[in-house]
T-cell receptor, first 116, second 114 residues
Framework: AQSVTQLGSHVSVSEGALVLLRCNYSSSVPPYLFWYVQYPNQGLQLLLKYTSAATLVKGINGFEAEFKKSETSFHLTKPSAHMSDAAEYFC??????????????FGTGTQLKVEL | GAVVSQHPSRVICKSGTSVKIECRSLDFQATTMFWYRQFPKQSLMLMAT?????????EQGVEKDKFLINHASLTLSTLTVTSAHPEDSSFYIC??????????FGQGTRLTVV
C-alpha cells in the first residue's frame, strides 16, 4: 500500500523566489514518484517522475525534485518562480516495478500562488 | 508522451438521467485504464480500474451499479454515471499507460447534475 502526504495546502511565493513544495511518501515496495500540475478545470500534466534511476530528477518548466529514501521525501523545487507557475500541484506514488501498473495514489495537493 | 482523449469536457444533466464519459487512448493500447474523481479543492480519488475484456475493479465505497465501466477495446473505456444526482457532480478524470512508468491523463470531465 502507498500513501502520500503533502505539507501545506497553500504556498505563496514572490515572483523570482524559490519554490519548495513538500511531499513525503509511504510505500511497502520501491516506489515510483510523480509530480503533476493541474490548471483549473483541466487534466493533469506530468512535471517529472522518479523511477529508480537518478535520485535528482529534472522536469519541465525548470522544476526538479530529489528522491531521498532515508527521509521518504520527494520535494519539488524551482529556483525562480514565475507567474505562470500558479496552479495546483499533486505528488503521487505508484507501486513501481513490482506492480500496480499506472495506478496512482495522490496527495491532497498544494495550491501555489505567485505574487508580484 | 502518449495521448489520452476524454469526452465530453463538460456536461450538465438533469437529476435521474445517465451520462456517459469516454476515455480513448489515441496512440497506444491500454489494457488497463483508471477512473478518478475529484471534488472541488480536493485531490483525485481512484474510483475504479477498468480492465479490457473483463469486469472493472472498484475501490471500496464506490457503487459499481451507479458507476458503470466498460472497457470493450484496447483504446476505449467508458464511465456511465447512472441515475445521476446532484451529489454526483464532480470532476472525473481517466488515465492510462502504455505499459511504461507513466500514467497519461485525459482532460477531465466536469459533470454538473441539476
Amino acid at each position: 500500500a502507498q500513501s502520500v502526504t503533502q505539507l501545506g495546502s497553500h504556498v505563496s511565493v514572490s515572483e523570482g523566489a524559490l519554490v519548495l513544495l513538500r511531499c513525503n511518501y509511504s510505500s511497502s515496495v520501491p516506489p515510483y514518484l510523480f509530480w503533476y500540475v493541474q490548471y483549473p478545470n483541466q487534466g493533469l500534466q506530468l512535471l517529472l517522475k522518479y523511477t529508480s534511476a537518478a535520485t535528482l530528477v529534472k522536469g519541465i518548466n525548470g522544476f526538479e525534485a530529489e528522491f531521498k529514501k532515508s527521509e521518504t521525501s520527494f520535494h519539488l523545487t524551482k529556483p525562480s518562480a514565475h507567474m505562470s507557475d500558479a496552479a495546483e500541484y499533486f505528488c503521487a506514488v505508484s507501486g513501481g516495478a513490482t506492480g500496480g501498473g499506472n495506478k496512482l495514489t495522490f496527495g491532497t495537493g498544494t495550491q501555489l500562488k505567485v505574487e508580484l | 508522451g502518449a495521448v489520452v482523449s476524454q469526452h465530453p469536457s463538460r456536461v450538465i444533466c438533469k437529476s435521474g438521467t445517465s451520462v456517459k464519459i469516454e476515455c480513448r487512448s489515441l496512440d497506444f493500447q491500454a489494457t488497463t485504464m483508471f477512473w478518478y474523481r475529484q471534488f472541488p479543492k480536493q485531490s483525485l480519488m481512484l474510483m475504479a480500474t477498468s480492465n479490457e475484456g473483463s469486469k472493472a475493479t472498484y475501490e471500496q465505497g464506490v457503487e459499481k451499479d451507479k458507476f458503470l465501466i466498460n472497457h470493450a477495446s484496447l483504446t476505449l473505456s467508458t464511465l456511465t454515471v447512472t441515475s445521476a444526482h446532484p451529489e454526483d457532480s464532480s470532476f472525473y478524470i481517466c488515465s492510462g499507460g502504455g505499459g511504461g512508468t507513466e500514467a497519461f491523463f485525459g482532460q477531465g470531465t466536469r459533470l454538473t447534475v441539476v
